[in-house]
């Protein structure tokens, strides 16, 4: 994710190329402000210096768009976290709304612009069919920033932001197999919401990780149709301890609380879905998978600030070389954290390949 700088973007800037920052392209409606050393917006106000106001209100403002839940303490509420925590240290304002379905995607962006945001961010791709909205004149003085898993085509008025799963949770995987090993344990669970494309995969990377240090484990996946209904969580997690499993990975949405309490009680392995909660104690999490939207967005953030988020451009996150994706143990030995450590500098060099690694060992 990149970011940009102290000017506004007009209908020209919107003409820009791939690599040309917003800054570059600003609008020239702004004119110095000598008395306060900011910039007057021609629509009235003071903004200070280097504050990317685009459409000249004299404020900055980021509006954001989820499909998930924003409050399940998890995926989907750290996009809009990463924003609020951000955007209130440069005294920025954040509009968002959360669980918004893909059929209201498109209207949800018009409205925030018709707002005046400066900034249209979806929390992930399932919302791409809001993108036509960047092509409107309402959305005329808007960056775009959108996650994408490949499924989205770059055009010039959005910046993509996209990571390769089989990174991050194939390392997942490998850093519960080197728990398994210490405690001499052979099975683990994947327990996630709908059997789509994108939990197949993060299934098949997942029981990959482990295969890479335990080649014999046994990984069982269970799809309870929701990632966010509790119940069923509890109900997949409790069949998968009666059936022996040592490591439990819940798998996106709000019930990863109600699932990892639950192993929780039998001291199971267990992983969190894309943010940091080392720190956690109810309920606790002995690895941190860190690939979470709000991170990702954050780093975003800051270059928005800077001046230098580029449209037209995608950035691709690569464990082992940017801070984000990752994955931390939230105990283990010294040892165990210098084999996760390495493993993941082999994928930032290009030693390991995820693809090829899931392929062999994620059947």
């Known amino acids: 994710m990149e970011h940009r700088r102290a000017a506004r973007l007009a209908g020209a800037a919107l003409a820009c190329t791939a690599m040309l920052s917003l800054a570059a392209c600003a609008e020239s409606d702004v004119t110095a402000d000598k008395s306060t050393g900011g910039a007057t917006a021609a629509g009235g106000g003071t903004v ?33 976290d990463g924003a609020d925590a951000f955007a209130k240290s440069k005294g920025w304002t954040v509009i968002k709304r959360g ?18 945001v400066d900034m249209v961010a979806l929390g992930a ?13 309402a959305c005329a003085k808007t960056a775009w920033y959108v996650p994408t898993s490949g499924n989205i085509q770059q055009t010039p008025k959005i910046m993509l ?29 994947f327990v996630t919401g709908a059997q789509a494309d994108f939990t197949e995969a993060a299934a098949k990377a997942f029981k990959a990780g482990i295969r890479t240090v335990l080649p014999d484990a046994t ?17 997949a997690v409790q069949a998968q301890i009666d059936q022996g499993t040592q490591v439990v ?33 109810a309920p606790k999490f002995d690895v941190s998978v860190i690939f979470s939207p709000g991170d990702y967005f954050t780093e975003a953030l800051k270059q928005f600030a800077d001046g230098k988020l580029a449209m037209g451009v995608e950035k691709v996150w690569t464990v082992g070389k ?32 995820p693809a090829e690694q899931v392929r062999r060992l994620g059947a």
């Not at 685009?54 to 996009?79: A, E, H, T, W």
């Not at 669980?99 to 005046?116: D, F, G, I, M, Y």
């Open 99 to 116: 669980s918004v379905p893909t059929t209201e995607a498109l209207n949800a962006a018009r409205a925030l612009c018709q707002q005046k």
């Open 322 to 353: 940017d801070p984000y994706p990752t994955v931390k143990l939230c105990g283990g030995t010294a040892e165990q954290k210098q084999k996760l450590d390495a493993f993941m500098k082999d994928i930032g060099d290009k030693k390991i390949d």
């Open 125 to 137: 791709s399932e919302l791409k069919d809001a993108i036509p909205a960047s092509e409107e004149a």
């Open 249 to 281: 990975y819940p798998y996106l949405g709000g019930s990863t609380d109600a699932a990892t309490a639950l192993a929780n009680t039998k001291k199971l392995i267990t992983l969190t879905p894309g943010t940091d909660r080392c720190a956690s104690t």
């Open 219 to 235: 990984v069982t996946t269970t799809y309870t149709g929701d990632l966010n209904d509790s119940a069923k969580a509890k109900e």
């Open 48 to 80: 200070p210096p280097g504050e990317p106001d685009l459409n000249g209100d004299g404020k900055v403002v980021i509006g954001v768009l989820s499909p998930g839940d924003i409050n399940d303490k998890g995926y989907y509420q750290s996009f809009v």
């Open 161 to 189: 932001s996209t990571d390769d799963p089989n990174q991050s949770i194939l390392t997942a995987g490998y850093a519960a197999g080197i728990l398994m090993q210490s405690r001499g344990a052979t099975k683990a669970a």
